[in-house]
């Protein structure tokens, strides 16, 4: 019993001041007996917590280790100048994969993926403006609503951002490593990299360039769209609290903007958002769609193509398509366990293939 219960404290070390307490610690009044009975409690506690402990995902990263460039002779620029940056569609993962397969071909250098997953709350509350779903088809019922939109105080440049918006489910692109520090490589894509979160001005949330950069740099320039976005559905918000007509509909309204923290508790307008995504080692985080969290982000190994590729690594095979976050019934310890059976270790030929189409 002595061996089991050394065993389950090296599983548990926090525990152990539970047991300190227990043993050294009694209060005064605490009858000398009860204090075994407790630790027989806590035992019996122990043999449940490290199953308990076990039951959630396993991260992609699990024994990969990323290339450091530093070690063998080679720097970014060196790099980013080699990446192809003509391509002929859209599609993030493909250019990430093009990226990633032609610097391990030709350089040797191991990088990994990194994964902004933008969750429900962005979605509804941002990109459909509260559930406008503004996005649509050319010419679509869609397009023309968001071709009409004014709001005061809201430059043209900003609704711009809406006539031309889309949901944007996840954003993907190569990470590699250089000196022990993770450099992200996303060689076609426009961002304001150089706007300081909090604090920059418009014109600085609208000067897209296109560098090297650091995750959180790149996580910050991504969520500036999310931020113009929140000026947007606040501007909208208070346009119909001014011609709601009855004072139920006015204190929803009111309600929903101190929800994403458009107004304090007191009611006073707040100006700006600054809006951050959580670190998450897999993508059930995202899945599970938090409430409070705007986007969450993932890394992968350089193998990995989509959030499809993801999802099998962490629930394994079941009766679900991928393409989408799967329900909540499948967050359950079987499942984490098959995930590992897909981890990846190396490239699909026939993701590679259809991601080096995308090249003109």
């Not at 429900?120 to 939109?149: P, T």
């Not at 609208?206 to 559905?233: A, F, Y």
């Not at 193509?305 to 976050?325: C, P, Q």
């Amino acid at each position: 019993m002595d061996i089991i219960f050394s065993h389950l404290l090296t599983k548990n070390p926090e525990l152990n001041n539970y047991i300190l307490f227990i043993n050294y610690e009694r209060p005064c009044g605490l009858h000398s007996g009860l204090g075994g009975r407790l630790k027989k409690l806590l035992l019996l506690c122990l043999f449940i917590v490290p199953y308990i402990s076990f039951a959630k995902p396993l991260s992609p990263m699990l024994n990969y280790t990323p290339t450091d460039i530093a070690n063998h002779g080679l720097d970014v620029q060196r790099i980013w100048n080699s990446m192809h940056s003509r391509m002929k569609g859209k599609d993030c993962y493909k250019r990430a994969h093009i990226w990633s397969y032609d610097m391990y071909k030709k350089f040797g250098v191991k990088s990994k993926k990194i994964f902004i997953h933008y969750t429900n709350k962005w979605n509804y509350e941002l990109d459909d403006l509260g559930g406008e779903k503004l996005y649509g088809g050319f010419l679509g019922s869609g397009a023309l609503k968001r071709k009409s939109l004014k709001y005061p105080g809201i430059s043209r440049r900003d609704i711009g951002v809406i006539r031309s918006n889309s949901r944007w489910v996840y954003h993907v692109a190569t990470t590699i490593v250089d000196n022990e520090k993770d450099v992200v490589l996303d060689r076609t894509l426009r961002l304001a990299y150089d706007a300081k979160p909090g604090v920059y001005t418009d014109d600085e949330g609208w000067d897209l360039i296109v560098r090297p950069s650091t995750p959180t740099e790149w996580m910050e320039s991504l969520t500036v769209r999310g931020e113009i976005l929140w000026k947007i559905r606040k501007a909208k918000l208070k346009e119909e609290i001014s011609e709601a007509r009855s004072s139920s509909r006015r204190r929803k309204l009111r309600n929903t903007m101190l929800k994403l923290g458009m107004i304090d508790a007191n009611g006073k307008e707040v100006d700006r958002i600054d809006i951050t995504c959580r670190r998450a080692d897999s993508i059930a985080t995202a899945d599970l769609n938090p409430r409070d969290e705007w986007c969450v982000w993932t890394e992968a190994p350089m193998y990995y193509w989509n959030e499809i590729d993801l999802r099998y690594a962490v629930y394994g095979k079941t009766r679900y398509s991928y393409s989408f976050s799967p329900p909540k019934d499948i967050h359950k310890e079987s499942n984490y366990v098959n995930g590992k059976n897909f981890f990846q270790s190396e490239f699909n030929s026939s993701e590679v293939k259809m991601s080096q189409g995308e090249k003109k």
